[in-house]
Structure formats: C-alpha cells, structure tokens
C-alpha cells in the first residue's frame, strides 16, 4: 500500500519558521511531481508549491521568497521550509504525489494532511 506520511505542523508566532516533511512508502516505482496544497477555512484548496522529479519548482505568488520546496528522492520525501509565517499562512497543508507502482498507470496519492497555525 503506498501512502504519504507528513509531519511538522504546529503552532508558530508571525515572523517564525516551520519545515513540513512528507514521506512517500510502499511499492514505488517512481514519483515524478511532489507538491504541497493548503486549505484555509472559508477559502479553496490551493496550490502553494510544487517539484518535479528533475528539480523544477514554482510557487504561488504569496509565498514566493518565503517558502522553499525541495526534495529527496532517494527517500521519495520532500520538505517545504516555511519562513517569515503570516497570519494568512494558517491551514491545513497536504502532501501530493504522483506515484507510479507495479502494473498501474501513474496517480496522485495525498497525505493526511497537517495544520499550520500562525499566531499573531
């Protein structure tokens, strides 16, 4: 069974930094795109950061110059350092890959998803 694993939410005051970590397990072939979303009460999920298995990041606008995706692939994990928090920061952060396994076409898989919350 393949599945994500985040941690590294929790609670920060405006200004502070966290790092959320997302582990990939099971029967992978490859991952090629790891991205991390958010939801905010009230609001769509979003985009906040994406990387593909050659490197290649982009970001949404808000978080550009704050917040860093990066990725090993050797442990099938990637990491967003999350610096200068706000206030607007505040949701629920999930994990998405898009895995490829054994006698299956690539899908997306999600983790479990793990709060942010920004004090101010």
């Known amino acids: 069974q393949v599945q994500l694993v985040e941690s590294g939410g929790g609670l920060v005051q405006a200004g502070g930094s966290l790092r959320l970590s997302c582990a990939a397990s099971g029967s992978i072939f490859s991952i090629s795109a790891m991205a991390w979303y958010r939801h905010a009460p009230g609001k769509q999920r979003e985009l906040v950061a994406r990387i593909t298995s050659g490197g290649y990041t982009n970001y949404v606008d808000s978080v550009k110059g704050r917040f860093t995706i990066s990725r090993n692939n050797a442990k099938n994990t990637t990491y967003l350092q999350m610096n200068s928090l706000k206030p607007e920061d505040i949701a629920v952060y999930y994990c998405?890959?898009?895995?490829?396994?054994?006698?299956?076409?690539?899908?997306?898989?999600w983790g479990q998803g793990t709060q942010v919350t920004v004090s101010s």
């Open positions: 998405n890959a898009a895995v490829r396994v054994p006698d299956r076409d690539e899908y997306d898989i």
